[in-house]
């Protein structure tokens, strides 16, 4: 069992940069694969990323392809979201979360057992 907690969230002028953090207890973090989601105001959780196992796989949606780069580091049972060249529409509290099926690349919400509390990014305009 792995406990999700993010970081990195903020206020960012559109076309900057962010950088998310996901740290996660557990001996077993090298086990799970790992997703990114967000929520904006008034809409459904939405996948954004997702790594599996090694950091050898990834997968990511559309809208954020190119800009966007999620990794890992299994020593520090981290994960990571690079996010560049932000747009107002990317405004969302962010979600990191675990699956146990460390090989797979779930894109939905049902996919992952496991949730962090969230941070919140704000790109303006």
């Known amino acids: 069992q792995v406990q999700p907690v993010e970081s990195g969230g903020g206020l960012v002028q559109a076309g900057g940069s962010l950088r998310l953090s996901c740290a996660a207890s557990?001996?077993?973090?090298?086990?799970?694969?790992m997703g990114w989601f967000r929520q904006a105001p008034g809409k459904e959780r939405e996948f954004v990323a997702a790594?599996?196992?090694?950091?050898?796989?990834?997968y990511y949606t559309d809208s954020v392809k190119g800009r966007f780069t999620i990794s890992r580091d299994n020593a520090k049972n981290t994960v990571y979201l690079q996010m560049n060249s932000l747009k107002p529409e990317d405004t969302a509290v962010y979600y990191c979360?675990?699956?146990?099926?460390?090989?797979?690349?779930?894109?939905?919400?049902?996919?992952?057992?496991?949730w962090g509390q969230g941070t919140q990014v704000i790109v303006s305009s």
């Open positions: 979360a675990a699956c146990a099926a460390g090989s797979t690349l779930g894109t939905t919400p049902s996919h992952y057992a496991y």
């Open positions: 557990g001996r077993t973090f090298s086990n799970y694969a």
């Open positions: 790594i599996d196992w090694s950091g050898g796989r990834t």
